[in-house]
Nanobody
Framework: QLQLVESGGGLVQPGGSLRLSCAAS????????IGWFRQAPGKEREGVSC????????YYADSVKGRFTISRDNAKNTVYLQMNSLKPEDTAVYYC?????????????????????WGQGTQVTVSS
């Protein structure tokens, strides 16, 4: 079965850190650009960060720039999202998605892009 599986979510206090993982099953991520997205209750889905497959170029939403870092380990068929200095407004369900081909990572993280695979999501709750 071809799928993406997210893990690493949970409850963390403001200022804390979490590392999310997005692992591919049944296919290799090598050729795919990967994006992390989030959706909070009552809000639209937001592109958080995306990474290309070719040159490793990255994109970050302004709301997470300087706090989140996206990376990929093709040997492990996994993409990570390191989240530091978490804020209550980061609370959401986080999803990863794979797409190929893409134009730019910024476009991929924007609204309307069509993805080949989606994960089921992992809940991140930032609260004291």
């Amino acid at each position: 079965q071809l799928q993406l599986v997210e893990s690493g979510g949970g409850l963390v206090q403001p200022g804390g850190s979490l590392r999310l993982s997005c692992a591919a099953s049944g296919f290799t991520l090598d050729y795919y650009a990967i994006g992390w997205f989030r959706q909070a209750p009552g809000k639209e889905r937001e592109g958080v960060s995306c990474i290309s497959s070719s040159d490793g170029s990255t994109y970050y939403a302004d709301s997470v720039k300087g706090r989140f870092t996206i990376s990929r380990d093709n040997a492990k068929n996994t993409v990570y999202l390191q989240m530091n200095s978490l804020k209550p407004e980061d609370t959401a369900v986080y999803y990863c998605a794979a797409a190929w081909p893409i134009t730019t990572v910024q476009a991929m993280c924007g609204p309307g892009w069509e993805y080949d695979y989606w994960g089921q999501g992992t809940q991140v709750t930032v609260s004291s």
